[in-house]
């Protein structure tokens, strides 16, 4: 019996979400045979079948958001014993260190193991002086919510309890209380929610500094008019990949206590879809010539905004790369692709005035953005790798060779 689990695509994620199942229970399936959509790693992944056989048991349906690892089917032969296999718990969310005043987080981990209750609940019976552990929860599960706290209020008082209103409720105090129209009231979950997962994760455990560095633009911006197969992103990542041949400790991760340099150059550019932000992997991008980038990156963009992206396209990725010139931005500070040491950020190119040998030049210049994790490496080494990469972006066809 094979057992079909949600795979974590990246350090920050917690969970994955169900779309659809592309088989039914019964139904036979063949290695390597689409067999379940799944939103992950900022998009919708197709997960093929990793043996044949007949699809046993579907433990998460279509919608279900699974925790990382959790077995949500079984792939076995027909007639094969089943395994008692249940839906798991969601898991723990990653807390960040505790403001002044509040309790520890070991303190809150030990109230939630001993009692569920709706976060309204909480602040209630904290107004109220209400200990949750001595009430029955009515919600799913057995979570104690509103209503159980306020019956509680109640029965203390020896009266009915006050009802909390939301705030355009709220009686007149003599000041007019407003509340903004909701034009839109959209889930945060999907796609939106792993984004969130890991940017949060980026947040806590790197400590992000940031360089700029700016580049004479005139000479690429002249290659990619002449050449409709090479595009000014194509131009970023190559210039990246060699720059990091020279400079690897950019192309690192800090895993386990060990600063991990990789010996394979793989590149992940941004991609914006409807559906939020991805970075799908161009591997080994230094041994790739300009053209076969710039093809990769337009195949990844379309199979990104189609949702076709496969586990392969999202993963194994050891520096990220990000341009936002086409969208009017001049300069922007990216956050770090976590488990990578860096990534790399490209403003729009403009026109401006440069003094060059003591004359004075209209020139197209973009600004460049490092971001890196500081505790890998430090400002020295950053700089000399910024420096490569905007000497190979002002000599283009080094990048040719």
């Not at 303190?107 to 002086?129: D, F, I, N, Q």
């Not at 490496?377 to 700089?383: I, N, R, S, Y």
């Amino acid at each position: 019996m094979h057992e079909i689990m949600m795979p974590r695509f990246d350090p920050g994620m917690q969970s994955g979400k169900v779309i659809r199942w592309l088989k039914k229970e019964g139904e036979p399936v063949r290695k390597g045979e689409p067999l379940v959509l799944v939103e992950g790693e900022k998009t919708t992944l197709e997960m093929a079948a990793p043996q044949s056989g007949v699809l046993r048991k579907i433990i998460y349906g279509d919608g279900s958001d699974v925790p990382v690892a959790a077995v949500m089917a079984l792939l076995g032969e027909p007639g094969e014993p089943l395994p008692e296999v249940g839906a798991a718990e969601p898991p723990p969310v990653e807390a960040a260190a505790p403001a002044i005043g509040e309790k520890p987080a070991a303190t809150l981990e030990r109230e939630e193991r001993r009692v569920k209750a709706s976060p309204l609940a909480r602040k209630l019976a904290e107004k109220h002086g209400i200990d949750l552990t001595t009430l029955r929860g009515t919600g799913p599960g057995g979570r104690i919510v509103r209503e159980d706290v306020l019956r509680a209020v109640e029965k203390k008082m020896g009266k009915a309890a006050p009802e909390v209103k939301p705030a355009a409720q709220l009686e007149p105090t003599g000041f007019e209380v407003r509340a903004p129209e909701v034009a839109e009231s959209i889930p945060f979950s999907g796609v939106r929610k792993t984004v969130a997962e890991r940017l949060s994760y980026s947040f806590r455990t790197t400590v992000p500094a940031t360089l700029t560095m700016e580049v004479d633009m005139e000479h690429a911006l002249k290659l990619v008019g002449t050449s409709k197969e090479v595009s000014v992103t194509a131009l970023l990542v190559k210039a990246a990949a060699k720059a990091l041949e020279d400079h690897p400790i950019l192309n690192s991760s800090l895993e386990g206590g060990e600063v991990k340099v990789f010996r394979d150059i793989n590149i992940a550019v941004a991609i914006h879809t409807s559906e939020g932000l991805t970075a799908p992997v161009i591997p080994n991008a230094d041994r790739k010539t300009l053209v076969e980038i710039s093809q990769a990156i337009s195949h990844l963009a379309e199979k990104a905004r189609s949702s076709r992206l496969t586990l392969e396209d999202l993963t194994g990725g050891t520096f990220t790369v990000t341009n936002l010139g086409g969208y009017g931005v001049e300069v922007f500070i990216p956050v770090i692709n976590p488990p990578h040491c860096a990534i790399l950020g490209m403003g729009k190119a403009v026109k401006k005035p440069v003094v060059e040998n003591g004359s004075l030049h209209i020139k197209s210049t973009a600004v460049l953005s490092l971001v890196f994790d500081h505790r890998i490496t430090d400002g020295v080494p950053a700089a000399l790798f910024l420096q490569k990469v905007k000497q190979l972006l002002e000599n283009p066809y080094l990048l040719m060779l």
